[in-house]
Every structure is written in structure tokens, then in C-alpha cells.
């Protein structure tokens, strides 16, 4: 048995998890919950159907599995939904993944979040041993933001943001890029993140999960047109700074802030690739983008030992594929989709 640091009883290190192209696995992205307060247009129906609660893992359990990947050298978790602070009881999960921030084994312990419940939170996270969150917010006019989230409160977000301003986190905004809905906003947004103080990612539309073809299309907005636009304003130098996921960032002359890309369709970062994905129910995504997954729930469920859950993890990892098949094409009207929604797998 090895302890949270990931040593066995000899202090020897665990082997760590290496997939078939010699990437190292350090960074585990955790789906806590697949429902949602908000219903926005990008990610899931309005008219959703929510896993059986009897099927959802509990804190217990995914405790347990993130334990056993920080054993085996996974350095980064990040907690997700659906909206992960709507779980009940989440702050329990929490407070016991930051024992391993205590121990060594777990570097950053972090979540994303569409800020609704921040105002609740946010210093229960600090003391947790969270100090770094990415909000969801795709937009600053209120009634766009009820019309992508169909469900969201604008005011209650900006409340959330101040809260985790004030408890000492600190905020990158993630921006999914929306042709005909916020591309007039781009500017705005990287003007409003320097004078608060957070950093901004812009993100391209995701085919996950079947919200319509046509729409998806629509909104398709390649971010080097995004980055084209920013260049007419903003001055972006590259930059060094990494944060462990997908984001290739640039330093903003003019603000002092940061503005990062995430590309999965017109530059993908599959080659550099150290990440897999858990959900709610116990599947393990090697890929975001591929439907290979191995089930953990059965191994944890039939031993309270570890060790069948880490030989598990380990066969999963052994079949990590060298990249995601995402594919939208405007001028062929053709997209590839993965059937399961974002807030399935995890944002």
C-alpha cells in the first residue's frame, strides 16, 4: 500500500502512469456531478435527463479514486460538473483532497466553476487549499448571459467573482468563442479581466453532445480568428506561462494580464497531452475527444483495497490514444461529435 504521497512502506516512489507515446499522466480532471443550475446553449439541452442518483459515485468513493491516482504521480486535480458546487455535501470532498496538498503528493488541488455558488464558497475553498479557479463566463451583458445559460443569474456570478476576489483566489475567466453571440465582445472582455485581475482563455465550441448540427456549426468561431481580431487592439507577446491543461498563453502589453487559447480543432494539443478525465459515475476518458473508456466504479466497489482500482488505472492508461477525432468544418457542413455531453464527461 503506498501513502499520499504516492511511497510504499519502503518509501520507494510509485512507478508513474506513462502511456504508450511516453506522455507522463499528472493532471486528473473530475467530474463530481453531471447536473447543472445552468442549461447553456453550447454544452446541453434545456430539456436534460440527469444520470440516476444511484449510479453517481459518492464522496467516499471519490475520495478513494483520486487518492489512488495521486499515489500513482498525478500532481494536478481539478474538480468539474455539470457545476460542481451544486453537489451536496462538496465541500466534504474538498477538505480531504487538501490532505494531500499537506502531504506532498497533490500540487493543486483547483476547480472550475460557472460562479453561481461562489458567494457561498469561496472561502471555504481558500481554506480548503484551493488557490486557483476558472469561472465560466462567456459574456458581460446580462441579457445575453440569461440567453446562453438559459438559466443563470448574471448578477449572482459578478456577486461569486467579488467573493473569490475577496477570499484570495485567484480567477481565469474561460471564454468559449461564439460567432453571432459574443464576438462583438471580445475586446470588452480582455479590458474588464485586466482591471479586475484575472486572466482570460478563450475557448473553441466543443462538438460534445447533440444540441444540433446547425447550431453547432453556427457557432464555430476559429480562434485564430479570434486572436486575428485581438491584434487589431491588443498587443500579445507570447509568453512561458503553463498551467499544467491545454492553454497556450500571451502577456497583454496594455492590461498586464494574461490571455490564453484553447484550440482543440484548428491547432490540437494532443502531442503534449498529460491529462484523462473521471465522471460521476467512475469512467475513466483517456480522451476527450474519443469514446475508449474503462470502468473504475466495479474494482472499487468490489474490494475495499486499492490495489485492483490501481491495476485498473494502469490497463486504462495503456490504451490513451495520440489524439482526439474533432472535427467542424464549415465549408463541408460536416462536424464529428462525441455522443456523451460536455457536462457528462466533465468541463
Known amino acids: 500500500m503506498l501513502d499520499s504521497a504516492g511511497l510504499d512502506s519502503a518509501g520507494t516512489p510509485a512507478a508513474p502512469l506513462i502511456d504508450p507515446f511516453a506522455r507522463a499522466i499528472t493532471y486528473l480532471r473530475v467530474s463530481v456531478t453531471d447536473r447543472c443550475d445552468f442549461r447553456c446553449a453550447y454544452c446541453m439541452s434545456e430539456d436534460m435527463t440527469f444520470l440516476p442518483k444511484a449510479e453517481i459515485l459518492s464522496l467516499e468513493e471519490l475520495d478513494r479514486l ?163 481580431e485581438l491584434a487589431t487592439r491588443w498587443t500579445l507577446d507570447e509568453s512561458s506561462h503553463r498551467t499544467g491543461g491545454p492553454a497556450r498563453y500571451f502577456s497583454c502589453r496594455e492590461t498586464g494580464g494574461r490571455i490564453g487559447f484553447i484550440t482543440p480543432l484548428t491547432h490540437n494539443f494532443c502531442e503534449s497531452c498529460n491529462r484523462v478525465r473521471l465522471t460521476c459515475t467512475g469512467t475513466l476518458f483517456m480522451c476527450l475527444g474519443q469514446e475508449d473508456a474503462a470502468d473504475l466504479r466495479a474494482p472499487l466497489r468490489a474490494s475495499e483495497a486499492d490495489e485492483a482500482v490501481e491495476q485498473a488505472i494502469r490497463e486504462a492508461i495503456s490504451r490513451k490514444p495520440k489524439g482526439h477525432d474533432f472535427i467542424i468544418d464549415r465549408e463541408q457542413g460536416t462536424h464529428g461529435v462525441a455522443a456523451r455531453h460536455m457536462s457528462t464527461t466533465g468541463g
Open 66 to 228: 483520486c487518492s489512488s491516482f495521486v499515489r500513482l504521480g498525478v500532481r494536478k486535480l481539478r474538480i468539474t460538473g455539470g457545476e460542481p458546487l451544486v453537489r451536496r455535501d462538496i465541500m466534504w470532498l474538498f477538505d480531504r483532497l487538501g490532505r494531500h496538498l499537506d502531504g506532498g503528493g497533490l500540487e493543486e488541488l483547483t476547480l472550475t466553476t460557472n460562479g453561481s455558488q461562489l458567494s457561498r464558497y469561496a472561502d471555504q475553498l481558500y481554506k480548503a487549499g484551493v488557490r486557483r479557479i476558472n469561472v465560466s463566463l462567456d459574456t458581460l451583458d446580462p441579457d445575453k448571459f440569461k440567453t446562453i445559460t438559459r438559466w443563470g443569474k448574471f448578477d449572482k456570478v459578478m456577486q461569486g467573482l467579488e467573493a473569490a476576489k475577496q477570499a484570495g483566489l485567484q480567477v481565469k475567466i474561460n471564454a468559449v468563442a461564439l460567432k453571432g453571440v459574443n464576438d462583438e465582445e471580445i475586446h470588452e472582455l480582455v479590458a474588464w479581466c485586466g482591471r479586475e485581475g484575472f486572466d482570460l482563455t478563450f475557448i473553441e465550441v466543443m462538438p460534445m453532445g447533440d444540441i444540433g448540427p446547425e447550431l453547432r456549426l453556427d457557432q464555430y468561431w476559429p480562434l485564430t480568428e479570434v486572436r486575428r
